[in-house]
């Protein structure tokens, strides 16, 4: 490499000043005329602002003495709220911060005597390798209404008690316009023993500040089936679009309480809830921008940018809206409590016992131009077994309380996408039990009191069930699901506590 070529590669000393106007920022370009003055460091060095107004004003209280069955109750309020983001990159390699069109890496110059750069730094438009974060400013606001009643319809020796909820809330988001969010239910306390609920709503979630300008990039691959499926490394660039839609859900819950007087203590609920979800915020790999654009989707298109030869220098896989999602399943728990005399210990004895059952009947979601795919089930790379049971039991007697555990998962498949004895040979995951116990007794002093406690993780010490998988980044590969199932094994505390 020649002298004139080192010099361009190491001419920017540490603790030279840099003046830079104007300043390149990703949404706008050079448009804004900001500029910067620093003294440089070895580093790339990233400043970060972020600033946030609220204004809110709410009323509540009792609106009308109701029909008989209760008073009306409502709220009512008004919401604003502005944040911004301010965000400069400091690089003397790249003092006005322009990543698109910047070339820190001056390809294989012969003038400088630069030669045998791969195609990848030849590409490259950052600063540091494999590192990309650029200049931002951006900033959003929002303007809420909102409204919601308690409204008593009855309350007779027919129907103990019976309301009706509703409410309704419009919010205007710069970059997306107006949205509507509602809800509306009932809840029935038809006697002692029975409730019924029911419950109907249209939720929203709008993109947050890093949804909509938040920027970054790295180094990828893909293949390019517009040459022949060739592979090539590319850059890319993720973060926020500024005119992001809010996420739209539509959810339904219905439940029932049953508490019965035959035998104190006992209570019983069951709950069904459906959840439909467009629009979702979320990004597809460069892969599938890259793909679904050579499929004819011309809005993806323009987040490719080509070289002069056709090959790929950059993909922008920001976020969108691209998802669908539903998740629809029952709930199921048992709980009974009562004082018990089985022990004279001269205190106050109770015994109590908890079951919670959550049964996944579908979790399904669906990419831009893909098919509907449900994981319900899945425990190899996700957390979704169609069946979990918690159970547990309370017992207290004065000083002395313990309590017992156990959690049972449901057997699940490697990959629902998968075929067992065609893609794969087995596609089943075993069923793990884990129990925990915790015992605790309080010794009283004349100043204060001393707690003495222990607990026992995973008491039988269950292996968790191989779920073997491999990650192509890296080149590393996990043996169980660390999220679902637990790797430590049986494991004690011992402690104590003084109070005074």
């Known amino acids: ?52 107004e609220v204004f809110e004003f709410n009323l509540n209280g009792e609106i009308w003495e109701g029909l008989g069955a209760g008073p009306v109750l409502g709220a009512f309020g008004y919401h604003w709220r502005e944040e911004g983001m301010y965000q400069l990159m400091r690089s003397p390699a ?32 950052v600063a540091i390798q494999y590192s990309k974060v650029p ?33 309704a809330r419009r919010a205007d988001y710069s970059g997306s316009g107006s949205i509507w969010a509602w809800k509306w239910g ?26 909509r300008y938040d920027q970054t990039g790295g180094a990828s691959s893909v293949n390019d089936p517009f040459l022949d499926n060739q592979a090539f490394n ?8 500024p005119n992001i839609r809010p996420e739209e859900a539509d959810t339904i819950t219905a439940g029932i309480v049953y508490q019965p007087l035959w035998l104190d203590g ?13 629009d979702a915020i979320s990004t597809l790999t460069v892969q599938q921008v890259l793909d679904q654009c050579f499929a004819g989707d011309n809005t993806l298109c323009d987040r490719i940018t080509r070289n002069p030869d056709g090959t790929i220098n950059i993909i922008k896989a920001n976020v969108l809206n691209v998802a669908k999602a539903n998740v629809s399943g029952y709930d199921l728990e048992l709980a009974y409590n009562r004082e018990v005399d089985f022990f004279d210990w001269g205190g106050a004895e109770s015994l109590g016992f908890r079951v919670f059952s959550s049964y996944l009947k579908e979790n399904s979601s669906q990419g831009f131009n893909a098919p509907v795919i449900d994981r319900a089930g899945q425990t190899q790379g996700f957390e979704l077994p169609e069946l979990k049971v918690t159970a547990s039991m309370n017992y207290r007697n004065g000083p002395f309380s313990g309590f017992f555990q156990l959690r049972w998962i449901d057997e699940g498949i490697r990959d629902t996408l998968h075929t067992e004895g065609n893609q794969i040979d087995r596609n089943k995951i075993d069923s793990a039990t884990y129990a925990d116990m915790n015992l605790r ?5 004349d100043q204060g009191y001393i707690e003495l406690f222990g607990n026992v993780s995973n008491v039988f010490d269950e292996d968790p069930p191989v779920t073997p998988s491999f990650g192509l980044f890296g080149g590393s590969s996990n043996q169980t699901n660390s999220g679902l199932f637990d790797l430590l094994g049986r494991r004690f505390t011992i402690g104590l506590r003084y109070t005074y």
Do not use: C
């Open 266 to 278: 006992l209570s019983v609920s069951l709950d069904w809830y459906d959840v439909s979800l467009e």
């Open 186 to 211: 009932v809840d029935a306390q038809l006697n002692d023993q029975l409730r019924l609920r029911f419950t109907r709503s249209h939720d929203v979630r709008a993109g947050t500040l890093s949804e």
């Open 234 to 241: 590319i850059f890319q660039t993720s973060g926020g679009d």
């Open 441 to 445: 007794y309080e010794f009283e002093l």
């Open 94 to 125: 790249l003092p006005d911060g322009n990543l698109d069109d910047g070339r820190p890496v001056p390809a294989n110059n012969a003038a400088l005597g630069i030669r045998g750069q791969s195609a990848g730094d030849v590409n490259n438009s």
């Open 1 to 52: 490499m020649s002298d004139a070529a080192i010099d361009w590669v190491t001419g920017f000393d540490v603790g030279q000043e840099v003046s830079v106007s104007p300043l390149y920022f990703t949404q706008s370009g050079y448009a804004k005329g900001y500029s910067d003055n620093y003294i440089s460091e070895a580093a790339k060095v990233i400043r970060s602002d972020i600033e946030q």
């Open 135 to 167: 200049n931002i400013e951006g900033d959003m606001d929002v303007s809420e209404y909102y409204g919601e009643l308690l409204v008593p319809l009855l309350a007779n020796d027919t129907i103990d008690q019976l309301n009706a909820s509703l409410a």
